[in-house]
């Protein structure tokens, strides 16, 4: 468990980042924009996706 959340925090980190770089946003539940998804944000991305 503890390293799935390393690795998820990791993920959270790596796209904050990049989304930083670029200037760009991510649509997250609710039709709603960002800079800075959260971990759970990510993780109903990474659900919905499968």
Not at 22 to 45: A, H, M, N, Q, W
Request: glycine share 2%.
């Amino acid at each position: 468990m503890l390293i799935a959340f390393m690795i998820l925090t990791l993920l959270e980190r790596i796209l904050i980042e990049s989304l930083k770089s670029k200037e760009d946003r991510i649509i997250v539940s609710g039709k709603r924009k960002t800079f800075i998804p959260t971990r759970v944000s990510i993780l109903e991305i990474i659900d919905y996706s499968n």
